[in-house]
């Protein structure tokens, strides 16, 4: 292989490589500090609420952390509706939600 291939080849791996690290924002660790709201419901096998309506409880371990986030913002901002999880989302930056979505992503939890 020609040597201005194999520069081009790199370039491209180093600039890939630093926008995933870009991307991934959230901080599994620190969403694992983060989780004590999540874990009375959602960390509970087989728990089901009967506020507002009685209901299966979503496991969130596994769950893509682009989804999460996206469920939290909208939570946030009154385009999803549950009285609990609005409450919990408006309390959570940007961040703590990337943190928690990094943290359920990366866990069977």
């Avoid at 490589?17 to 009375?40: E, H, I, L, R, S």
Wanted: glycine share 10%; net charge positive.
């Amino acid at each position: 292989m020609k040597r201005p291939a194999i520069m081009n080849i790199l370039a491209w791996g180093l600039l890939l490589a630093f926008t995933g690290a870009a991307q991934a924002a959230g901080d599994p660790v620190a969403g694992k500090q983060k989780n004590a709201m999540c874990v009375g419901c959602h960390g509970i096998e087989g728990y089901r609420t009967s506020y507002p309506t009685v209901y299966q409880v979503p496991r969130l371990g596994g769950q893509h952390a682009e989804y999460l986030i996206k469920a939290l913002q909208a939570y946030k901002t009154d385009a999803r509706s549950h009285p609990s999880m609005k409450g919990i989302a408006a309390s959570l930056s940007d961040q703590d939600m990337e943190d928690l979505a990094a943290y359920y992503a990366s866990s069977g939890k």
